[in-house]
């Protein structure tokens, strides 16, 4: 009721009644959307669409958002497709296939969970040190490990398998670093989650 949505300017403006004032909305800071169960209803997801819609500045953007699914980085662990991102913002590079290669050469190999992929369904019960089953979402603390990765891999329905995607772990070097734990300082090995 009082946000408004002007189709012709793309302003979005909150009308404060108390003092009958219009106010432009220059940014729009997202503390959630961030998984389906955000959006029970339709409406939801057409508030989403009206905020996106609008030339608010949008914080993250849907882009942002996208980028966080799986099936965003799966698509772009294809080389051409990687390559269709990189063209437009280095077409200035003296060698854009060098540059997609050392790209490439960072990624790690994801696979959807249908039946194109039941080799690397079995590799994965086979040596589950070496996958993660990760849902279509950003977020940590849903990933499925070892054990429980071949429960769900054995159990789940076609449906349930859909809505996460397989990853070859990712080997990062370890590095000694210094944790505080229960107001303790620990030298222990850690792992970057920068990159």
């Keep these: ?81 990687l390559k269709e991102y990189i063209v437009p913002n280095y077409a200035h590079a003296p060698d854009i296939d060098a540059l997609v290669d050392v790209c490439y050469s960072m990624m790690t190999n994801i696979y959807t969970l249908d039946s194109s992929t039941i080799d690397d369904q079995a590799l994965a019960k086979q040596f589950p040190q070496n996958y993660v089953l990760k849902p279509q979402r950003e977020g940590g603390g849903n990933n499925l490990w070892n054990q429980e990765m071949i429960h769900f891999l054995n159990n789940a329905t076609n449906e349930e398998k859909q809505s996460y995607i397989l990853m070859e772990k990712i080997n990062a070097p ?20 920068l990159g």
């Design 174 to 193: 370890h590095y000694d670093n210094i944790l505080l734990r229960d107001n303790q300082l620990i030298l222990d090995k850690c792992i970057s989650e």
């Design 1 to 81: 009721h009082y946000l408004h949505y002007n189709e012709q300017t793309k302003d979005l403006l909150y009308k404060d009644e108390n003092n009958d004032q219009t106010y432009h909305i220059s940014v729009v800071y997202f503390r959630a959307g961030y998984t389906p169960n955000d959006f029970p209803n339709q409406q939801c997801w057409s508030n989403l669409t009206t905020l996106e819609s609008s030339n608010s500045i949008k914080c993250p953007s849907i882009n942002f958002h996208l980028a966080g699914s799986k099936i965003i980085q799966q698509d772009l662990t294809n080389k051409q497709r």
